[in-house]
């Protein structure tokens, strides 16, 4: 069976290849015509690739390290709770990452065309945006942790509520630094950039290992991963910052401070929420708490996170929408 398996999976990914492959042929032609071999060419995207995997090699080895890690101090069934935590992670991160796709190449763009004024817009509002939209996203299932892992699993592990609600956390804030990332690949310099803050993702590990022979508290790394995310924003605004220019404090002002601001408005909210009590059926509790902080998250979305031009831009669309219809 697992070479059926495997005989299956490296036979569709060589119909998707061909199919890309098909794609590229017929609307880019233009990159299939012959051309002589260019030793720098291939220097640099060979160096460029091995710096990426070197970034690449920190944040899997920091992923799976943890998994080991927890393995060693607490055993087997903290492993459970930390596969259920991926699994969550991995669907988030997912539609987070769909946003951001749709970014991406447009900073690419602008920054090859030298237009840096469109270029830094697009990665200080490119990392409010997905900012905005993970909490959008993020805030009914951080709220309602409890009732979702109950509702899915007739045994849910133990300590996998609060590593879910950590592992959020910190999906929150790498998607402040999702497009900062893509501006500073964008211009190619990323050895020294690589070298550090791979370096200190790969730090989780360490620390994380001194710190749980100290105190022996299993969220002990997913708390140190939310400290390194925000460790790592930082970094990548420096090196932005010295590669293309890029103002820092209007990062703060335009994408930072309206994050925080609509953050500490789901949190108060949090708080209240949490400590009413009206039903015993699990599902009702979820779809209740669900759609309050969804629509107090969007108020506090159009009031505290976007600015009046956005805003502005918002109201004329749900205009031209309600028109048209």
């Known amino acids: 069976k697992l070479e059926n398996y495997t005989l299956l999976y490296f036979s569709s990914s060589f119909i998707i290849f061909a199919i890309y492959v ?32 070197y970034g690449s090699f920190a944040a899997v080895s920091k992923s799976q390290g943890i998994n080991i890690i927890l393995n060693i101090f607490f055993g087997v069934l903290i ?33 090859a065309q030298k ?28 709220l309602s942790t409890e ?24 999906t929150v804030i790498n998607c402040l630094s999702g497009p900062l990332m893509t501006g500073i690949q964008a211009t190619g310099k990323i050895k020294a ?26 969220t002990i790394p997913f708390l140190v991963s939310i400290a390194i995310a925000i460790v790592s924003m930082y970094l990548r605004l420096f090196f932005l910052n010295r590669l293309t220019g890029y103002d820092i404090s209007s990062f703060f002002k335009n994408a930072l401070l309206p994050s925080v601001l609509v953050t500490l408005s789901f949190s108060i909210f949090y708080f209240i ?40 831009f918002i109201r004329k669309k749900l205009i031209g929408i309600l028109k048209w219809k």
């Open 22 to 53: 098909l794609y590229c042929k017929y609307n880019f032609s233009y990159i299939f015509a012959k051309t002589k071999f260019n030793p720098v060419l291939t220097k640099e995207i060979f160096f460029y690739s091995s710096w990426n995997l």
């Open 79 to 111: 492993n459970a709770a930390y596969a259920v935590t991926n699994t969550v992670s991995s669907v988030i991160s997912t539609l987070i990452n769909s946003v951001t796709a749709a970014i991406n190449p447009q900073i690419y763009k602008s920054y």
């Open 115 to 142: 237009d840096n004024e469109r270029n830094f817009d697009l990665i200080t509002y490119g990392s409010k945006y997905s900012y905005l939209f993970a909490v959008l996203l993020i805030s009914p299932l951080y």
């Open 147 to 170: 009732v979702i892992m109950e509702l899915w699993l007739e045994s849910v592990p133990d300590y996998s509520v609060e590593f879910i609600k950590l592992t959020l956390v910190a």
């Open 193 to 218: 950039y690589q070298i550090i803050v791979g370096f200190v993702v790969f730090a989780n590990l360490p620390i994380s290992y001194a710190l749980l022979y100290l105190f022996e508290q299993p």
């Open 273 to 312: 929420i949490n400590s009413i009590n009206y039903s015993d059926n699990l599902f009702i509790v979820f779809i209740v708490k669900s759609s309050l902080v969804t629509i107090v998250n969007i108020l506090s979305i159009y009031l505290l996170g976007i600015k009046n031009k956005e805003r502005y």
